[in-house]
């Protein structure tokens, strides 16, 4: 059974950074493509970043250049390296996994089969 577990959540001020962490269950982030996906009050859920079984990453317009995807095979764990953020990236953020080792280039949710239970990230201007 596929089971992620998010932590590294908080409240930091604009411009300040945060990390991110998915502890996944026994190899789920090594054969899996992953995700990190957030959800704002009243808005829909929206893809942030993803990593497929070889590394290879995609970010949508508004993490790029800002945030970092990474996994640690050893560790079983996904991260996601928040900096520079700002009000707007304030929501509650999610890991997901697939059932595909290769991500394909989706950010769409339906694409994710396991989904843990989120983190919240709040950032103040």
């Known amino acids: 059974q596929v089971q992620l577990v998010e932590s590294g959540g908080g409240s930091v001020q604009a411009g300040g950074s945060l990390r991110l962490s998915c502890a996944t269950s026994?190899?789920?982030?090594?054969?899996?493509?992953m995700g990190w996906f957030r959800q704002a009050p009243g808005k829909e859920r929206e893809g942030v970043a993803t990593i497929d079984i070889t590394g290879f990453t995609l970010y949508t317009s508004s993490a790029k250049d800002r945030f970092t995807i990474s996994r640690d095979n050893a560790k079983n764990t996904l991260y996601l390296q928040t900096n520079r953020l700002k009000p707007e990236d304030t929501a509650m953020y999610y890991c997901?996994?697939?059932?595909?080792?290769?991500?394909?280039?989706?950010?769409?949710?339906?694409?994710?089969?396991?989904w843990g239970q989120g983190t919240q990230v709040t950032v103040s201007s």
């Open positions: 997901a996994a697939a059932d595909t080792p290769y991500c394909s280039g989706s950010f769409d949710p339906s694409f994710y089969s396991y």
């Open positions: 026994e190899y789920t982030a090594t054969n899996r493509c």
